[in-house]
């Protein structure tokens, strides 16, 4: 079973890039910064939210340009139907409204709320607490390092 399902029916497949390692390193460092945010999140009393619509959120908060249905799933290469169910939730939760267009009324604006903005916020600062302790963790590390390094000497004397 792939992890990369098939969309628009071409066939998605696994990237196998090699990383230098500081390129890798830091790709691990990402990687357990979306986790612990997104436990802290989890943990918190903010909406869980899935994947996909976290996605349409961040989509809508971080990208200036005004954002419909239609674009939304053109850009996050999903289905209409799809994009729709997620803005359910983000409305239900007050994170995203939906207003017809007035120049076109065949089109559906996705608009950002205070609350979504807040969870943005709180979003961020929940990231930047993340990487500030992963720093501080990597500078306590650092400065046992040389320490051990001269047990190490000592015990092989």
């Known amino acids: 079973m792939s992890l990369y399902p098939e969309r628009s029916g071409k066939a998605c497949s696994k990237r196998k890039v090699k990383l230098m390692p ?18 802290s999140l989890v943990r918190g009393d903010a909406p869980d939210l899935s ?15 005004g954002h419909t ?24 939760l007050d994170l995203a409204r939906r207003k017809v267009d007035p120049l076109d009324r065949r089109s559906v604006l996705v608009q950002r709320t205070p609350k979504g903005a807040a969870y943005l916020k709180e979003i961020r600062t929940i990231m930047g607490e993340t990487v500030e302790n992963a720093a501080r963790k990597a500078q306590r590390s650092a400065e046992r390092e040389p320490a051990a390094r001269r047990v190490r000497r000592v015990m092989a004397a």
């Open 22 to 39: 500081q390129a890798a390193e830091k790709t691990e460092d990402l990687a357990k910064t979306l986790r612990d945010t997104i436990v």
């Open 51 to 65: 994947a996909r619509q976290l996605a349409v959120f961040l989509t809508c908060y971080l990208d200036e340009t």
């Open 69 to 92: 249905v239609r674009g939304l799933a053109a850009s996050l290469n999903v289905s209409k139907p799809a994009i729709t169910r997620a803005l359910d939730r983000l409305s239900e």
